[in-house]
């Protein structure tokens, strides 16, 4: 079940983030995202199992009036990897940019851990800078243009 995030989250949150360090985040990122939490930019939602564990979290936001929105912060914990939690995550996330009829992007920045993931939703690599993160982690900016048909598709797979 996807839901808001709240402050009684941050423990579950930063301990997702941990999970995944080194592989998909750097140690430097610990500072960054608590402060990411602190700040409450844009939506911010975590992920419960079927047993109600918080195991993942994502938020979304927007930019240039509305029109590009953003996927932030978005993760899983890592025992529970390849699983579908992360596209059930991402999806719910694709759905609540849907709903802003403003939006006709949708842009992200991750590693070469995480690029395969984003091309099979269906971004696109516009950028890529080698240790873009840190020694051995590249970034990869990446966009997916979002219309109705896509919107249509995503509320199908939410179903």
Known sequence: MLRRYTKTDYSACMNILESNIPRYFLPQDREDF?????????IYNVLEDHDGTIIGCGGIATRNQGQDGILTWGMIHAMRHRQGWGRRLTLARFAQLCALSSVKRITL??????????????????????????V????????LIIDEPFCQQVSALLV
């Open 34 to 42: 608590h402060l990411f939490l602190e700040s409450s930019l844009g």
């Open 109 to 134: 920045h991750t590693s070469q851990q995480s690029v395969g993931f984003y091309e099979r939703l269906g971004f696109r690599t516009l950028a890529f800078t080698i240790d873009g993160y840190g």
């Open 136 to 143: 051995g982690l590249h970034r990869h900016d990446m966009e």
